[in-house]
C-alpha cells in the first residue's frame, strides 16, 4: 500500500524574518525518516521543545520544506495548496486559527499594489494558476487569519490589521478587504452555530454530526463559552471536512475525559471505516493504550523510534505512559550527563543560542528564494515573498 504520509530525511530550521535562517543556527530538525499508510493512527511522543509541532506544521503545509523530504497523499503539502483547501489534508492545532489566502502580484509597473483575490477555500496560490510572464519576485500569496474573535490580516512586514467582514461574500472573509484597515471584531459574540454556518460557510447538517459526538449547544455565544467549551467548538468546525489525512496538535487539553474520550473514539472509527490516517501529538496518555496503531519517538529533532505498537518492547511490560515516561527520563539523564562532562572540561553546559526571530506568521514560513537548512544553498523550486 502506498504511503499517505511519508517524511524522508527532513532536515528544517526555522527562518528569521529575512526568509533565512539565522547563520549557524543548527537544523531543528533533522534527517527524520518515517511513513504512514491509510487506516493507521501514530502517536507523536517527545518532550517539550523536541519537534513535534514543527514536524506536525511542515506536515500541514505551513512551513516550506524541499517536496522530496515531505509527501502527504503522494503531493508537497506546502507547494500543493489545493492540498489543504480540499479538507483531504487537515490540521488541528493548539491555537484556534484558520487561514484563508489570496494570491496576487506585488504591484503593477507603476508601483500599484494589484491583487487577484481567491476566495478562501477556493484553490489559490499556486504558482501554475497565475498569468505567466510576472518576474517571479512579484508572485506573493497573504494569509488572513480568521478566529472567533476577528480576522487578521497579516501584511508583508508582520503587521497585523484587523478585517470587516466582506459585504459581497458576507458568509466568509474575503480577501478583497485587504487594505481596510479598520478594525471590527468578527462576531465575537456570534452564536456557535452561526460561527460554523456563516462565518466558516459549513451547512447545518454537517455541523450537527459532528455536535452530537462533542455535545456542542449551537446556541452557546462564543464569548461566554468556556475554554473547553470553546475547544469542543474548534474541533467540531476542524472535522467536519472529511478528511484523509488528520494532524492533531494536542487539541484535546482543555476536553474533560467523557468529551476525550468520545472524540478518541470517534477518531479510531474514522480511521477504520474511512480508511484516515491521524498524527496526534500529546503528553495526555489516559486512555490511549488501545488508541494508536503507530509510536514516533523524538527527541531533540531527531527521530528516537518509529515503530508499530505492538514492536514496542517495553510495552509488553509497562502501560504507554510509562513506556514514554522510561525513554524521557533516559533522555533528560543523558542531557544532565553530557551537560555535567562538558562543564568538567571547561565547556559551557548548553550550546551557544543562536539568536534569529522567531517567526510569527501563524507559523507560515517567510518565504524566500533560500532552503531552510542553514549553510544550504538556495531551492530552485521556491516563490519569493511567500506569506502564507
Ligand atoms: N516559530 C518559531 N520560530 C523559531 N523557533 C521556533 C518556532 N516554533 C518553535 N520553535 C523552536 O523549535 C523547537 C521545537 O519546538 P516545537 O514547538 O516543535 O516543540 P514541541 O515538541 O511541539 O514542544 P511542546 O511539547 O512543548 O509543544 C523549540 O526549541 C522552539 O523554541
Same mark, same amino acid.
Given at each position: 500500500? /502506498?504511503?499517505?504520509?511519508?517524511?524522508?530525511?527532513?532536515?528544517?530550521?526555522?527562518?528569521?524574518?529575512?526568509?533565512?535562517?539565522?547563520?549557524?543556527? !543548527?537544523?531543528?530538525?533533522?534527517?527524520?525518516?518515517?511513513?504512514?499508510? /491509510?487506516?493507521?493512527?501514530? +502517536?507523536?511522543?517527545?518532550?517539550? #521543545?523536541?519537534?513535534?509541532?514543527?514536524?506536525?506544521?511542515?506536515?500541514?503545509?505551513?512551513?516550506?520544506?524541499? @517536496?522530496?523530504?515531505?509527501?502527504? +497523499?503522494?503531493?508537497?503539502?506546502? $507547494?500543493?495548496?489545493?492540498?489543504?483547501?480540499?479538507?483531504?489534508?487537515?490540521?488541528?492545532? #493548539?491555537? &484556534?486559527?484558520?487561514?484563508? /489566502?489570496?494570491?496576487? =502580484?506585488?504591484?503593477?509597473?507603476?508601483?500599484?499594489?494589484?491583487?487577484? !483575490?481567491?476566495?478562501?477555500?477556493?484553490?489559490?496560490?499556486?504558482?501554475?494558476?497565475?498569468?505567466?510572464?510576472? @518576474?517571479? !519576485?512579484?508572485?506573493?500569496?497573504?494569509?488572513?487569519?480568521?478566529?472567533?474573535?476577528?480576522?487578521?490580516?497579516?501584511?508583508?512586514?508582520?503587521?497585523?490589521?484587523?478585517?470587516?467582514?466582506?459585504?459581497?461574500? @458576507?458568509?466568509?472573509?474575503?480577501?478583497?478587504?485587504?487594505?481596510?484597515?479598520?478594525?471590527?471584531?468578527?462576531?465575537?459574540?456570534?452564536?456557535?452555530?452561526?460561527?460554523?454556518?456563516?462565518?466558516?460557510?459549513?451547512?447545518?447538517?454537517?455541523?450537527? $454530526?459532528?455536535?452530537?459526538?462533542?455535545?456542542?449547544?449551537?446556541? &452557546?455565544?462564543? $464569548?461566554?463559552?468556556?475554554?473547553?467549551?470553546?475547544?469542543?467548538?474548534?474541533?467540531?468546525?476542524?472535522?467536519?471536512?472529511?478528511?484523509?489525512?488528520? +494532524?492533531?496538535?494536542?487539541?484535546?487539553?482543555?476536553?474533560?475525559?467523557?468529551?476525550?474520550?468520545?472524540?478518541?473514539? =470517534?477518531?479510531?472509527?474514522?480511521?477504520?471505516?474511512?480508511?484516515?490516517?491521524?498524527? =496526534?501529538?500529546? $503528553?495526555?496518555?489516559?486512555? %490511549?493504550?488501545?488508541?494508536?496503531?503507530?509510536?514516533?519517538?523524538?527527541?531533540?529533532?531527531?527521530?528516537? %523510534?518509529?515503530? !508499530?505498537?505492538?514492536?514496542?518492547?517495553?510495552?509488553?511490560?509497562?502501560?504507554?505512559?510509562?513506556?514514554?515516561?522510561? &525513554? %524521557?527520563?533516559?533522555?533528560?539523564?543523558?542531557?544532565?550527563?553530557?551537560?555535567?562532562?562538558?562543564?568538567?572540561?571547561?565547556?559551557?553546559?548548553?550550546?551557544?543560542?543562536?539568536?534569529?526571530?522567531?517567526?510569527?506568521?501563524?507559523?507560515?514560513? /517567510?518565504?524566500?528564494?533560500?532552503?531552510?537548512?542553514?549553510?544550504?544553498?538556495?531551492?530552485?523550486?521556491?516563490?519569493?515573498?511567500?506569506?502564507?
Amino acid at each position: 500500500m /502506498a504511503p499517505t504520509v511519508e517524511i524522508r530525511n527532513l532536515t528544517f530550521t526555522y527562518p528569521g524574518i529575512d526568509g533565512k535562517p539565522p547563520p549557524g543556527a !543548527p537544523p531543528l530538525i533533522e534527517d527524520v525518516c518515517f511513513s504512514l499508510e /491509510a487506516g493507521q493512527r501514530c +502517536l507523536l511522543v517527545g518532550s517539550n #521543545g523536541a519537534g513535534k509541532t514543527t514536524i506536525l506544521k511542515i506536515l500541514g503545509g505551513k512551513h516550506m520544506v524541499d @517536496p522530496s523530504m515531505v509527501g502527504v +497523499l503522494g503531493r508537497s503539502a506546502f $507547494h500543493d495548496t489545493a492540498l489543504t483547501s480540499s479538507g483531504d489534508l487537515c490540521y488541528l492545532g #493548539g491555537e &484556534w486559527r484558520r487561514d484563508v /489566502a489570496f494570491a496576487g =502580484y506585488q504591484s503593477n509597473s507603476k508601483g500599484t499594489p494589484q491583487t487577484s !483575490p481567491i476566495c478562501p477555500g477556493e484553490q489559490f496560490g499556486h504558482r501554475s494558476t497565475l498569468p505567466k510572464g510576472l @518576474p517571479e !519576485p512579484a508572485l506573493y500569496v497573504q494569509t488572513v487569519r480568521t478566529s472567533p474573535d476577528q480576522a487578521h490580516i497579516w501584511g508583508g512586514n508582520g503587521a497585523v490589521r484587523t478585517c470587516p467582514p466582506c459585504p459581497a461574500c @458576507p458568509r466568509r472573509i474575503c480577501p478583497n478587504n485587504l487594505g481596510i484597515n479598520q478594525g471590527t471584531p468578527l462576531k465575537s459574540g456570534c452564536f456557535c452555530g452561526q460561527m460554523g454556518c456563516q462565518i466558516l460557510g459549513l451547512p447545518l447538517e454537517m455541523l450537527l $454530526h459532528l455536535n452530537y459526538i462533542l455535545d456542542v449547544d449551537l446556541t &452557546w455565544r462564543m $464569548h461566554k463559552a468556556s475554554d473547553g467549551q470553546r475547544r469542543r467548538v474548534q474541533i467540531c468546525m476542524g472535522l467536519l471536512k472529511p478528511f484523509k489525512v488528520l +494532524l492533531l496538535d494536542e487539541i484535546t487539553v482543555d476536553l474533560d475525559v467523557l468529551a476525550r474520550a468520545n472524540l478518541l473514539t =470517534y477518531l479510531k472509527k474514522e480511521c477504520a471505516e474511512q480508511g484516515a490516517t491521524i498524527i =496526534y501529538a500529546t $503528553h495526555i496518555f489516559d486512555g %490511549l493504550d488501545d488508541w494508536p496503531t503507530h509510536i514516533v519517538y523524538v527527541a531533540h529533532g531527531k527521530l528516537q %523510534l518509529a515503530l !508499530p505498537l505492538e514492536k514496542v518492547k517495553e510495552m509488553s511490560q509497562l502501560s504507554l505512559m510509562r513506556t514514554v515516561e522510561r &525513554w %524521557l527520563r533516559k533522555e533528560r539523564d543523558e542531557d544532565r550527563r553530557k551537560r555535567k562532562e562538558r562543564k568538567e572540561k571547561g565547556l559551557p553546559a548548553f550550546d551557544k543560542v543562536i539568536e534569529g526571530s522567531r517567526v510569527v506568521n501563524n507559523g507560515w514560513a /517567510a518565504g524566500r528564494l533560500t532552503s531552510t537548512i542553514a549553510g544550504e544553498d538556495n531551492f530552485s523550486f521556491s516563490s519569493n515573498s511567500v506569506l502564507r
